[in-house]
């Protein structure tokens, strides 16, 4: 192979020109749809609309570079604001910046410790409950922006609401919420409608950001503050990345590292944070236009975090006219969006199990009731697990064969052995009515844990105190190991 054919190999595909043209127009289209939800959840997270856009900016450009999931956006999000919001309210953008660096040094250890893995461990009805607790609270968080306003809000919001809804039936060339925020921006500046506007909340920057440290004290009270804040920040941002990533894969039917993705999140926070940004993770939505638009590979990542600076800066007096109201709109069809409908749709409710709606509602209640995403996803997760054990236990089923002679008895026990189902176990045999020889068939039995090779050990001592022999058979290997190794050392008597 000649050498020029072989650096033609090591080309990356967006070198391409037909790639490279489809890469850097998806870019632009997710850099146009970014700039109004940044600023609306910098509104959420109650800081100037910079720091929202400017982590999108580094999100964006780091991700492309350090992520696993080609083509996937990540940015300023609504569930990261969410989880801050209450550090910076109380406290200052200082402590949340500080958050936001160390929820990514988190992020990273995680990463490193595999925990992309445990995704396979959160169950899907969580996983809605988690989808359908954001969007209520991305909704309520819209709800003071409509109070104690000017009259003309609430038609702005509803006409806003109209546009998005109505537009991409014309054409889906150009984001509706942006085509809805243009029109609505002029309507109020052509009329001289007074209403809050993007400039109200503060300054967009002029300039790009610049690293530097958080302007907090470096002390064991500083990080005992933050260390809530950053555990949750760096969980939920995990959470909703990995989901999106798996989501990407489903869709472009490829596969990508989560635990590169789960590293790469971490270190695009630590970025994020040292340039002044308020964090995030990956973003469904923007995803979704990228990968629909024809995105598969890093450079629409690397270009929307460009495009987005360079509409900020060259276009930043415009974009303080933006009315609040269109964002307010903006924010009402994301969370509209966003809630599975069709998980509480009734004929959904009738075919679901009762144990899969509970974990829904208790994941969906949690996180309503403390603001944190995390904690719904936990007791969620918790709660599956014990309605999935209590489900498993009542799986056990012991049945007795007496031979003709009544020599012997063969007891075949079935199912998953473990703590919760072997609670009754030693209560399933006749030990003064049988036989004087009795076999304990596990062919269609898996012993999981400690609790089943005490349980076993129980009803061979009540046997053998009876003056009968008890022989285990069929034992699976997994099981023979497990048994061997803990039986008779379980109780202290050998």
Known sequence: MSPVARLRGFRPSWLSPKVARTEVLAGLVVALALIPEAISFSVIAGVDPSVGLFACFTMAVTIAVVGGRPAMISAATGAVALVIAPLNREHGLGYLVAAVILGGVIQVVLGSLGVAKLMRFVPRSVMVGFVNALAILIFAAQIPEMRDVPWAVYPLVAGGLALMVFFPRITKAVPAPLVSIVILTAITVAAGIAVPTVGDRGVLPSSLPVPGLPDVPFTLDTLQLIAPYALAMALVGLMESLMTAKLVDDLTDTRSSKTRESIGQGIANIVTGLFGGMG??????????????????????????????????????????????????????????????????????????????????????????????????????????????????????????????????????????????????????DYSGDPDRVVIDLTGAHIWDASSVAALDAVTTKYEARGKTVEIIGLNPHSAKMHDTLSGELTGSH
């Open 280 to 429: 995030g993770c990956a973003m469904i939505g923007q995803t979704m236009i990228n990968v629909k638009n024809g995105a598969r590979t890093r450079l629409s990542t690397f270009l929307a975090g460009v495009f987005l600076m360079v509409l900020c800066i060259a276009f930043g007096p415009l974009v303080s006219q933006i009315p609040m109201a269109a964002l307010v709109a903006v924010m009402v069809l994301v969370a509209f969006g966003t809630f599975d409908w069709h998980s509480i749709a009734p004929a959904t409710l009738r075919r679901m199990p009762a144990g899969e709606i509970t974990v829904m509602v208790v994941t969906v209640a949690a996180v309503i009731a403390t603001h944190n995403l995390a904690i719904g996803v936990v007791l969620g997760s918790l709660t599956a697990m014990v309605i999935f054990a209590r489900r498993v236990a009542h799986l056990v089923n012991v049945t007795a064969v007496t031979d003709p002679e009544g020599h012997q008895v063969i007891y075949s026990v079935t199912g998953e052995l473990f703590f919760a189902s072997t609670n009754d176990l030693i209560h399933q045999f």
